[in-house]
């Protein structure tokens, strides 16, 4: 049904209170100036006059913008000329042009929602009437095709089930951003290939995330395109590196992201998916493929994903972020070019000059225990662990400060052969005393449970110049 070029339109449906009440109104309209009427939910309603248009596919509802039912709309040449909204006498006797109306029902009456703005309908409904417009080519499935399998034999998979991509699925999270599909983001190693927000919003569906994760996935994907981050360099490297993701500031608590319990673990999904969303962008944009550009001669884990929120519930700590020149309550995405995860497990010390120095112990088997300033490291410190710290009145700068102190060694203990290791410093660094990292090459945050005198050391891909340095932007919706 055409909607008419001059006349009343209404559309109803029969779940609506207000919408039934009506009936002896639309009545009136029939027998005088003329009434369509499209019902959402019933054709036969309303029977007062002998039932509506069908409108259950809610292409009308969709194309007039009805966000309330009932809705009453006086078209002019084809033009929306007036619209009540719900029941209010005198809002449709504007309208209509008619006094009198409905003069046995009370003087007003809410509306219900329509069912084209039920959650999830907005996008369905753009995608099903054409309005939806993609830059990205699509996949036509035959009907007995999985479209998981599919994936698959495509190579959009980092190895794990994908979400199939749907229209529906990527409008959805485009939703979660105010910058537009077709706004290229960068260019993506190794292929160097443009990378738009559509598609890392078709990269964020299959990783599973939520529209109100996708600002922080395209921080994440624009701080590994800052070119000090080497994020070409660090697809190319046989280490075991891959990119590890801090999220800070109101964002990471705003979506739900885990800092405590398990935080560099399973079974959050704000933390699983956003670093997933970076590795399917670098993996299908960029072309980063284990096997191809990829070279890591074994990998690790955490090139799935590894991302976490830092724990800013202690208001005397200064987040990492802080430290890097933005302003605290900033949300941010910070990006380290790390490997896996190595334990600390002290459960004795309880003086912060110990623990600093148990600590020490495990990062400077960072690389190798007999290399030194090849390698950054990011140590997680865990609340107990920290709680010695903070109980002896030692902030970040002091704990950096003593690190700085006792990761010191004679060369003549790290040259090469020393101990019987051939590896090690060269000869012209025996003599003398060398610092595990280079300056400002230690990297702090906090995250983890309750419960637990342990702590957790990310060891580093090279460092500095030679190789990547961390990074940090802001995340915008």
């Given amino acids: ?161 994908v979400v199939p991509p749907t229209e529906v699925r ?77 999220v800070n500031g109101p964002i990471a608590k705003a979506i739900g992201m885990n800092w405590g319990g398990n935080a560099l673990g399973q079974g959050n999904r704000a933390n699983a998916t956003i670093g997933r969303a970076l590795q399917l962008v670098i993996r299908n944009v960029g072309g980063g493929i284990p096997g191809g550009i990829d070279r890591a001669t074994l990998g690790q884990p955490g090139k799935y994903t590894f991302c976490f929120a830092e724990d800013e519930t202690d208001p005397t700590w200064e987040p990492w972020p802080v430290t890097r020149g933005f302003a605290a309550g900033t949300s941010t995405v910070s990006l380290f070019a790390g490997d896996g995860v190595l334990s600390n497990f002290d459960q004795i010390s309880r003086t912060p000059d110990s623990l600093v120095r148990s600590l020490a112990m495990s990062l400077w088997s960072i690389g190798h225990p007999k290399k030194v300033q090849g390698h950054d490291a990011l140590l997680v410190l865990s609340p107990e662990h920290y709680r010695i710290f903070r109980d002896a009145g030692w902030d970040r700068a002091r704990i950096l400060a003593e690190f700085e102190d006792v990761l010191r060694k004679p060369g003549s203990e790290l040259v090469r052969g020393a101990g019987g290791v051939m590896e090690g410093v060269v000869p012209e660094q025996a003599e003398g005393v060398l610092s595990k990292f280079r300056p400002g090459g230690l990297h702090i945050v906090r995250a983890g449970g309750q419960a637990g005198l342990m702590s957790a050391i990310i060891g580093g891909w090279a460092s500095g110049a030679r190789g990547s340095i961390p990074v940090t932007k802001e995340v915008k919706t």
């Fill in 1 to 161: 049904m055409q909607l008419p070029e001059n006349g009343l339109v209404a559309v109803v449906k029969r779940d609506c209170p207000t919408c039934e009440l009506l009936e002896p109104v639309y009545r009136q309209l029939r027998d005088g100036p003329g009434l369509t009427v499209f019902s959402q939910d019933d054709p036969a309603f309303p029977e007062a006059i002998g039932g509506a248009h069908d409108d259950r596919d809610l292409e009308r509802s969709y194309r007039l913008d009805v966000e309330t039912v009932p809705t009453l709309i006086r078209l002019e040449g084809g033009r929306e000329a007036g619209r009540a909204i719900g029941w209010h006498r005198g809002d449709w006797e504007a309208v209509t042009g008619i006094e009198g109306l409905g003069a046995d029902l009370p003087e007003w009456r809410p509306g219900c929602g329509s069912k084209s703005v039920e959650p999830g309908m907005a996008e369905i409904l753009k995608v099903r009437f054409g309005d939806a417009r993609f830059g990205a080519r699509p996949i036509e499935l035959r009907n007995y095709d999985d479209p998981i399998e599919a994936a698959y034999e495509r190579g959009w998979s980092d190895g794990l089930p």
């Fill in 170 to 246: 990527v409008l959805r999270m485009l939703r979660g951003t105010t910058r537009a599909p077709d706004e290229i983001i960068g260019s993506i190693p190794p292929n160097l290939a443009p990378c738009t927000v559509e598609k890392a919003a078709i990269n964020a569906v299959m990783a599973g995330c939520k529209p109100e994760y996708f600002p922080v996935v395209l921080a994440a994907i624009e701080a590994a395109l800052i070119p000090e981050f080497t994020m070409h360099g660090l697809l190319c490297t046989t280490y075991f590196a891959g990119p590890v993701v801090v």
